[in-house]
């Protein structure tokens, strides 16, 4: 990056570009506002919104990563696709779930008892724009956070536009950055606790069938959950000394879980193009390579495969499966291994 500002600079910046990333709402024709219910986040470079629910109908017009649209409601097409066929309906026209994140603005007031071990947190506005201070480029924009993605959070420190931030540390290259206080919410640690403590040991057991993009989980032989998953995309040729991107079968055991885990190529960039998934939110590893169950923030299409080979989860369902499979993280701690609860994929 050759990116460096002063603190007149970035206040300037503060002011436009980051204000519209971090703070005020994006507006379309009047209908986007703080206080819209229902709103979706582009995921992607670009969405195309139709004149009817379905990719065959006419474009109207074209929306862009991290803009925000207004969703009016619900459409299940005719015209599918058959693993998806929930369209949303919005100005101007309708467009497809897949690449839509379901979004709230919902601001915080600022926790000053932030302990020194650090405490968990999520992002409760559409997207947030993080900052880091360095000696050779000063301040400088790194990650946007999304909804929903968790965080550790280790401290708080005034801004360079004199508010409090919270200071975020990511645990995959240990480095600290500030995220706006009021953009994230901190989590009590009994919110992601275990659950279904009763259970006895080796009785919990997870199903995953990618033929029909399907997991189940069960205690003894009772479903306490199923639903649609996005796995691993099939590779024609493995590059030599790659790592498949197909969710692989076997028998397996969970082996360790984080709340927030870091995911993509690692490297401290402002392209919100690269492959950099920072908090991807209640980690379960159950397999070979890193391949876990997890939320995701970046797509909302399931029932095909999506990933770079784990099992995506709508968040709240991966957030149930961390704390229901056996050694869940303890409070305050990023890992905890063991021989956890077995898992089967198929």
Known sequence: MDLK????????MSATSLAAL???PYRLDGSVSEDSMDLGRICIESVSIYSKPSDKSKIQYTRYR?????????????????????WYRVWGGYVHSARIQRVFFRTNPVDYNVP?????????VPVTQTIRNTTVYGWQPIYRLYYGSAHWVVGLENGPDGKIWYKVMDELLDIPYLVPAEHLRLIPAEEYSPIATDVPF??????????????????????????KIASGIPQLDV?????PTKTPTGIYNVYSKMPSKHMGDGIVTDDI???ELPGVPWVSFFAPHGVAFHGTYWHNNYGITMSHGCVNMKSDEAK????WLDFPATPNAIETTGFGSQVTVS
């Open 320 to 323: 149930w499966l961390f704390r």
């Open 116 to 124: 020194e071990s650090g405490v968990l947190a999520e992002v409760t």
């Open 239 to 243: 590059p030599h000394g790659s790592i």
């Open 5 to 12: 500002l002063n603190r007149r600079q970035f206040l300037a």
């Open 273 to 275: 193009n690269a492959y």
């Open 202 to 227: 080796g009785k919990k057991r997870v199903e995953v069938k990618l033929a029909t993009q399907m997991l189940t989980a069960y205690e003894n032989d009772k479903v306490v959950l199923q639903t």
């Open 22 to 24: 971090a703070f005020a």
């Open 66 to 86: 991290d803009e925000l649209i207004h969703l009016y409601y619900e459409v299940t097409s005719d015209d599918g696709p058959d693993y998806n066929p929930i």
